[in-house]
């Protein structure tokens, strides 16, 4: 962890926070799938920003793809008349 050398009241300012413990976040995204709350109401119960709750959704949902399932882009078909 980098030590920037800024304090704030909490003693650390946000990118010298520790990360989240992977339980804290496992329980973020099963409760940002529900969709019971908004991302933005959540994180901030939380105690986190809603990007990095939506970080943490986009990469357990990239973890949960079977190797094999490359997403590629799929080549357009193009019906013009040169």
Do not use: F, I
Request: proline share 6%.
């Amino acid at each position: 962890m980098r030590d920037c050398g800024s304090t704030t009241t909490e003693g650390a300012c946000s990118s010298c926070r520790k990360p989240y413990p992977p339980e804290s976040r496992c329980r973020a995204v099963a409760l940002a799938r529900q969709g019971h709350k908004s991302t933005v109401a959540l994180a901030k119960d939380l105690g986190t920003s809603r990007s990095c709750l939506q970080n943490w959704v986009a990469q357990a949902a990239a973890e949960e793809k079977p190797a094999g399932d490359a997403t590629r882009p799929r080549a357009r078909s193009s019906s013009r008349v040169a």
